[in-house]
């Protein structure tokens, strides 16, 4: 798919970008947010941008069914394979503008780190406005730039993202938002040099952990947008 953009961080190393997944929000407060607008228990979920199919299970424990939407064929292949023994759950290899599914197909979307540039995403959230069931709710979940820890590397290592007017694009499509404070924790040293290295680019990730050479984790800040359809 040639409007595919790379992920470099999971599709180069996936294995480490497991370990990154099993320590965003421990506490599950991304979870509990969206839950608390919209419950996908008996309902049908798609995850756009699913990768490796993390969030699959989590979904199924209570949805009617789950659909896993990525367009890289390695990341598919392995969110096939985590879903093989769940019924309820499919991968589709797909990119976020043609989903090849019917109309009014489900009742919760969500795509977490794929939709977060704003600018560049109409096409996705046209393709949203054809598949969501009225009343459905999808939610975008990304970086608030703006503050955290995490959110100070993020602006560093890129000062031309402007996270206003990434805040102000998605105001215009009519998404509300809810300001979280999450936190990223990894079980060692180890796991956390890693995880800094897949998500910045050599000197920056250097500055990062000379800076906190003893940490395993930091404060973060996202932003849940959200939009009832």
């Not at 595919?4 to 320590?23: C, F, L, M």
């Not at 421990?26 to 509990?32: L, Q, T, W």
């Not at 709710?137 to 995490?150: K, L």
């Not at 000197?203 to 984790?217: F, K, V, Y």
């Amino acid at each position: 798919m040639s409007d595919v953009i790379a992920s470099p961080n999971i599709w180069d190393t996936p294995d480490v970008y497991e370990v990154e997944n099993q320590g965003v929000d421990r506490a599950g407060v991304i979870e509990s947010a969206m839950h608390e607008i919209q419950d996908w228990a008996g309902r049908d979920v798609v995850d756009i941008g699913c990768g490796t199919g993390y969030h699959l299970p989590m979904f199924a424990r209570t949805a009617r069914s789950v659909v896993g939407v990525e367009p890289h064929p390695p990341l598919a292949s392995l969110a096939a394979q985590r879903v093989s023994r769940m019924p309820l759950c499919s991968v589709r290899e797909e990119g976020a503008a043609s989903i090849g599914v019917a109309d009014a197909s489900f009742d919760v979307a969500h795509a977490r780190w794929a939709y977060f540039f704003g600018p560049g995403c109409e096409p996705g959230l046209a393709e949203l406005n054809r598949i969501m069931r009225p009343g459905g709710a999808a939610f975008v979940i990304d970086n608030d730039a703006t503050r955290s820890t995490f959110g100070s590397w993020f602006r560093r290592a890129l000062p031309s993202y402007d996270p206003r007017a990434v805040e102000r694009f998605w105001q215009r499509q009519g998404w509300s938002r809810e300001r979280l404070d999450i936190r990223w924790d990894f079980d060692s040293r180890e796991d956390f040099e890693a995880v800094v290295r897949i998500e910045f680019a050599p000197d920056h990730a250097d500055l990062i952990l000379a800076e906190h050479p003893e940490a395993t984790g930091v404060d973060y800040a996202v932003n849940l947008w959200w939009r009832r359809y």
